[in-house]
């Protein structure tokens, strides 16, 4: 038997997350078949994970069970929390004047500038020499 969830998808940089929310959990995190605090090492990145169950209030209230791929740390952690978000919505509609006041529903579209010619990154010029 398969117990119903709630699905959102999360992007951030090149990291792309799929959250599915259990109701009835106990406050479970699962990423990629790991602990939640296994795979998310860095102090204080869970909570900055949590943070739309946190504003809700809701944080024992759902299992959350996460496949993400690509990109970095940050990157992952953004995604997760903006996969959580839009599945919260899924959820409850009324939850979007909470989560959109703390702006948990925008997608960060910053990502990396690409190379120009002539010079070393995005912006860095080579050292200038006179002679």
């Known amino acids: 038997m398969v117990a119903q969830y709630y699905e959102g998808i999360g992007r951030r940089k ?26 998310i ?6 909570g900055i994970l949590l943070q739309p169950l946190t504003i809700l209030g809701w944080e024992r209230t759902y299992d959350v069970s996460v496949h993400v791929n690509g ?8 995604a997760i929390r903006l996969g959580i978000a839009r599945a919260l919505l899924k959820i409850d509609a ?5 989560l959109r006041a703390n702006g948990l529903l925008t997608r960060d579209a910053r990502a990396k500038e690409r190379k120009k010619p002539g010079l ?3 912006r860095k010029a080579p050292t200038y020499t006179k002679r």
């Open 120 to 122: 070393k990154r995005a």
């Open 94 to 98: 009324d939850t979007r004047p909470q």
């Open 41 to 46: 090492s860095r102090e204080g990145d869970m």
């Open 71 to 78: 990109g970095g740390v940050t990157g992952q952690r953004d």
């Open 14 to 39: 090149e990291a792309s997350a799929r959250v599915r929310l259990y109701p009835g959990g106990t406050g479970n995190i699962v990423i990629n078949d790991k602990d939640g605090s296994d795979y």
